[in-house]
């Protein structure tokens, strides 16, 4: 396939910005790993009750909160391509786990770097591929580990043979390492007459759940509040069928948060999933606080340098996660608590304190907004963007022709987690969801098909998505108004099913 980026050069015309450097903020991008929007507290919630993330509350306080912000492609490597191209897995060809990024691909650091930015990423990076693209890298092999972590680091051998390690007779967790590496760049960085572009990525929270030493006793005498859903289905998912995916007690047998959390196998089922949910909550936000804890040391370091009002600071993850909700763990579903990412944002120069949004964006928007933000006219920028930057939503300008809905798909067929293939259209009130559950040419995804279904939801009447309307009759017309507006968005941005044979008689004989 040919790179990205030279198809980019091609087309675009004097794409470096004449913006004047001194006029430029700094751009600090945090991104953590599986994070949820409903386990912070500032969007609201039931677990906002336990205080989870006082820094991040206050970013959004004195910031803008985007309320509908979601990913395409809810698992690790492909949203991260996603920002990192600005593409729809389709088209960035990083459609699972397996995908990689190649340096001349990474757009949004080349991007910043034309613009006069020096770069640098820090963390979880999971692309595979060296991030040549950036001045300046630390990064996590894979997963990397959550204690005494190692990171890949630029230098004379080849990728990915240059390495540090952190830690030593004393522990270091993960989230801390990458937050000291980050604060000594920005100490320590090279050429200071530039901005600074600084994607600063946590491994945490995502499994399994280890939290620094400190946090051991967090939430021990508090018992987490439960969705209701948790212990009772509705009408939710497959009509009449059994329920797919992890769960958090035994309904899933080969793999459930019950084995993940060590729980006794030999008691009662509701027991076993009370005791699961428990611990896994109380592990996952002892994560959420030591990440929020690290943000805050990024915050002071700002202000102590007199630098934080004029840096853009982003808070987001790469997907959502399930806790709980419908008895689900993990994340790859189209369902809300996935779908949705967190995005908090603060600027005081440009956006006005306790703003919240409510127009739809996603994470293929994210690259032309941090694009615009750091001065780049939408003109200069690459022309093979499928997303279009909200910079203007978040300064109450939002423009007449904002898209009302996102399009979704999941590829990765019943690997891991059990989660058919699917694809998807969310509106303001609507969602219509398709899993067609084919592998089709997607790599790691299990090559046994599952029967396909679809499902709709009112988004307006049922929030939370218990009750999957696909057969009621009331739904009739919105139903043929969303399968035609979704057949619609996959040809704008051309994820059609017509190089895939099996998956159209599949689609004609389910819809």
């Known amino acids: 396939m040919k790179s990205i980026f030279s198809l980019a050069c091609a087309l675009v015309v004097g794409a470096v910005s004449t913006t004047n450097a001194a006029d430029q903020p700094n751009i600090l991008f945090i991104m953590s790993d599986d994070h949820a929007a409903h386990a912070i507290g500032a969007y609201g919630g039931r677990l906002a009750v336990l205080n989870p993330t006082p820094t991040l509350d206050r970013l959004a306080h004195e910031g803008v909160l985007m309320k ?151 939430y021990e005498d508090i018992n987490i509040p439960e969705p209701e859903s948790l212990w009772r289905r509705g009408n939710h998912g497959p009509v009449g069928r059994p329920q797919y995916g992890t769960s958090i007690g ?93 995005f908090i944002v603060r600027y005081p120069k440009r956006f006005k304190a306790g703003t919240v949004i409510e127009d739809i964006v996603n994470n293929v928007d994210f690259t032309p907004t941090l694009l615009e933000l750091a001065g780049i006219p939408a003109a200069d920028m690459p022309r093979q963007f499928q997303g279009r930057s909200f910079v203007a939503n978040m300064e109450g300008r939002t423009p007449g022709d904002w898209p009302g809905q996102t399009y979704y798909r999941y590829w990765m067929h019943m690997a891991h987690h059990d989660n058919p293939a699917h694809y998807g259209l969310r509106t303001r009130e609507h969602k219509l969801i398709f899993f067609y559950g084919l592998p089709l040419d997607a790599p790691g995804a299990q090559n046994e098909p599952t029967e396909p279904w679809l499902e709709l939801y009112d988004l307006t009447r049922d929030p939370h998505e218990m009750n999957n309307v696909i057969n009621d009759p009331h739904y009739a017309t919105v139903l043929a108004e969303l399968k035609a507006k979704l057949l619609a968005e996959k040809e704008k941005i051309g994820d059609t099913d017509d190089k895939y044979p099996d998956l159209v008689k599949v689609r004609q004989a389910t819809w």
Not at 200 to 213: R, S, V
Request: glycine share 6%; aromatic share 12%.
């Open 68 to 218: 509908n912000a979601f990913c395409v492609n809810a698992i690790c490597t492909p949203s991260r391509a996603n920002i990192m191209t600005g593409l729809h897995s389709h088209r960035n060809g990083v459609t699972t786990l397996n995908g990689v990024v190649k340096p001349a691909d990474q757009t949004l650091a080349i991007e910043m770097k034309r613009a006069g930015y020096e770069t640098a990423v820090i963390g979880k990076w999971h692309l595979q591929e060296e991030p040549a693209a950036f001045d300046f890298y630390t990064v996590l092999p894979g997963q990397g580990s959550y204690f005494n972590p190692v990171f890949l680091v630029r230098g004379p051998q080849p990728w990915p043979r240059n390495e540090i390690r952190t830690g030593g007779y004393d522990s270091k967790h993960s989230s801390d390492a990458i937050t000291d590496i980050s604060l000594k760049w920005l100490r320590e960085r090279k050429d200071k007459s530039k901005p600074f572009f600084l994607m600063h990525h946590f491994k945490a929270p995502h499994d399994n759940f280890e939290n620094a030493e400190r946090y051991d006793w967090l």
């Open 250 to 342: 035994k309904r899933n047998e080969r793999r459930n948060m019950g084995h993940h959390m060590f729980v006794d196998p030999a008691l009662g089922d509701a027991e076993y999933k009370r005791e699961a949910y428990q611990r896994y909550l109380k592990k996952f936000l002892r994560c959420v606080r030591g990440i929020d804890d690290n943000i805050l040391r990024l915050i002071e370091h700002l202000e102590k340098t007199g630098e934080l009002d004029n840096t853009v600071i982003i808070y987001t993850a790469d997907q959502g996660f399930n806790l709980g909700e419908h008895d689900y763990i993990d994340k790859r579903w189209m369902y809300e608590e996935t779908l949705r990412m967190p």
